[in-house]
């Protein structure tokens, strides 16, 4: 059985800093790409990062140089680190591997 949980979200002033986690059980992120995306009220979801298989990174570019993602494959997690938050990241945050999805995590940032 494949579960992904996401944690770390919560509410934070703008120019905080959070950090993500999408901690996997039954497929393993050091093979597999995992991908965060977000869905802000009313809006559609949006991809945010994703880490390839093999290390590569690609941001979306309201987070590029803002945002890093990263993973721990020892304990088969993947990382959101967010840096210098606005009030436009407010959203849920999902983790995607393969065909499955998390609940998902509330990001609030208030101005």
């Known amino acids: 059985q ?3 949980v996401e944690s770390g979200g919560g509410l934070v002033q ?14 393993s992120v050091s093979i597999e790409g ?5 869905q802000a009220p009313g ?7 994703v880490l390839g298989h093999l290390g590569t990174t690609l941001y979306g570019d309201s987070v590029k140089g803002r945002f890093t993602i990263s993973r721990d ?3 088969n997690t993947v990382y959101l680190q967010m840096n210098n938050l606005k ?7 999902y ?13 609030t940032v208030s101005s």
């Open 34 to 38: 995992v991908t965060w995306y977000r």
């Open 2 to 4: 494949v579960q992904l």
């Open 14 to 27: 703008a120019g905080d800093s959070l950090r993500l986690s999408c901690k996997a059980s039954g497929r």
């Open 95 to 107: 983790c995607h591997l393969h065909v499955y999805w998390g609940p998902g995590t509330q990001v």
């Open 73 to 75: 494959n020892a304990t």
């Open 43 to 49: 809006k559609e979801r949006v991809f945010v990062a």
């Open 87 to 93: 009030p436009e990241d407010t959203a849920i945050y």
